[in-house]
């Protein structure tokens, strides 16, 4: 990526109007792990071997930059898991509100969020479902398809029940077989969206410019909207996870991921990129080469606002409440209660990969120590991440 981003940003960036943060992706890809950032020189206190380690840039958009991220993340998780099903929940906004999305990106990403929440609790609190808990969700928000075209979409892990109000586990009438009707989550769900829509459209609230312009006038409005309501949105349950390993397996694939990664870039040339995808429906692994300008723009899309959470927690899981909640059914489920444990990267990579970072790799017996500091090339507006 950072090749590509080094034959191909400079001239896109020139000719097309981009974000601060659309830019800053650009800049920090390929400063990533170069001497641009700085670093810094390691010793072997046994054998003397030195190596060079550049500081990484830790933007959330780098491929470089999420592995050790996404491990931790996912030993965080892994402490609030509980011995029950867990439902994987896929919330889509429909093609017609992607232009929309486009140009109001945190309202309608901030609505996608919290109308999902909202449908899953309306159905946790429907007496009609035999449930009547508090349900909990984790959530994570992409905006790609394998072409990185634009298409806005959470993934959800669901629990299959929730806590009672007598504090015990109750799970869904189907005893966690399925979590609830689909179609009817998806009714649900265009109700509550569109109501949020049609409420920010009144309040003067969304930006209609462009090709929207048309939808300022209210009849062009209400038109638009009742296509919407006539359509069919799509809310996508799978079934439930056999343990808690596959659950966080699964979660691991969609916490951290970006838009595409290194190896999925297969060639470049002086014009063009060319890059692997999944054709889901025929399940086949295919080829597309762009220019490398609509390749830029195509990745870019993808860059979130400023500060922008694409993860969060919700119900038992949401962090204001979970220690206290979680606890709670960890002891009503008889398992054991441990404290939770921060850990540096050092001791993520060890964790999940066996390798200690800072063991000599020539000798396998010292460790590696910083014997020099070199120093950025130029002020980043941001602190780099040691590698």
């Known amino acids: 990526?950072?090749?590509?981003m080094e034959r191909f940003a400079?001239?896109?960036?020139?000719?097309?109007y981009v974000s601060d943060a659309q830019r800053r992706v650009t800049r920090d890809i390929q400063a990533c792990r170069?001497?641009?950032?700085?670093?810094?020189?390691?010793?072997?206190?046994?054998c003397g071997d030195t190596k060079v380690h550049y500081n990484s840039c830790g933007n959330r958009?780098?491929?470089?930059?999420?592995?050790?991220?996404?491990?931790?993340?996912?030993?965080?998780?892994?402490?609030?898991?509980?011995?029950?099903?867990?439902?994987?929940?896929?919330?889509?906004?429909?093609?017609?509100?992607r232009s929309i999305c486009w140009q109001n990106p945190k309202l309608c990403f901030n609505l996608l969020f919290s109308c999902a929440w909202q449908t899953l609790?309306?159905?946790?609190?429907?007496?009609?479902?035999?449930?009547?808990?508090?349900?909990?969700?984790?959530?994570?928000?992409?905006?790609?398809?394998?072409?990185?075209?634009?298409h806005p979409h959470i993934h959800c892990i669901v629990p299959s029940?929730?806590?009672?109000?007598?504090?015990?586990?109750?799970?869904?009438?189907?005893?966690?077989?399925?979590?609830?009707?689909?179609k009817a989550m998806a009714k649900t769900f265009r109700g509550k969206y569109m109501e949020k829509i049609v409420k920010a459209y009144k309040a003067d609230e969304l930006k209609l410019e462009g090709k929207l312009r048309p939808l300022q006038e209210p009849d062009a409005f209400w038109e638009w909207k009742k296509k919407l309501y006539d359509k069919n949105w799509v809310v996508y349950a799978k079934k439930p996870f056999e343990n808690v390993e596959t659950v966080l397996e699964y979660l691991a694939r969609y916490t951290h991921k970006i838009a595409i990664s290194n190896y999925r870039i297969l060639s470049m040339t002086d014009k063009t990129v060319t890059f692997s995808y999944l054709n889901r429906k025929a399940q086949t692994k295919e080829t597309l080469t762009l220019?490398?300008?609509?390749?830029?723009?195509?990745?870019?899309?993808?860059?979130?606002?400023?500060?922008?959470?694409?993860?969060?927690?919700?119900?038992?899981?949401?962090?204001?409440?979970?220690?206290?909640l979680i606890n709670a059914l960890k002891d009503y489920f008889g398992m054991v209660i441990k404290s939770r444990e921060k850990r540096n990267a050092r001791?993520?990579?060890?964790?999940?990969?066996?390798?200690?970072?800072h063991l000599c790799s020539a000798c396998k017996e010292g460790l590696l120590v910083m014997v020099k500091e070199i120093p950025r090339l130029r002020g980043s507006p941001k602190l780099p991440v040691a590698c």
């Open 10 to 16: 400079s001239s896109y960036l020139e000719t097309h």
């Open 34 to 46: 170069t001497v641009a950032l700085g670093g810094h020189w390691q010793a072997c206190t046994a």
């Open 161 to 182: 029940g929730g806590m009672g109000a007598d504090g015990k586990w109750k799970d869904t009438k189907s005893e966690g077989k399925f979590l609830f009707h689909a």
């Open 61 to 97: 958009a780098c491929p470089n930059c999420q592995g050790v991220k996404k491990e931790r993340w996912i030993l965080e998780r892994k402490h609030d898991m509980l011995p029950v099903k867990y439902f994987h929940v896929v919330f889509t906004l429909p093609s017609e509100l």
């Open 291 to 324: 220019s490398g300008e609509k390749f830029i723009q195509r990745f870019l899309m993808h860059v979130l606002p400023k500060g922008f959470s694409k993860i969060r927690h919700y119900g038992i899981l949401s962090t204001r409440v979970k220690t206290k």
């Open 1 to 4: 990526m950072a090749q590509v």
């Open 121 to 150: 609790e309306a159905f946790s609190n429907d007496p009609a479902q035999q449930l009547e808990a508090r349900m909990g969700m984790i959530s994570v928000l992409h905006t790609w398809t394998q072409k990185l075209l634009y």
């Open 347 to 357: 001791e993520v990579i060890l964790l999940t990969t066996g390798v200690d970072v």
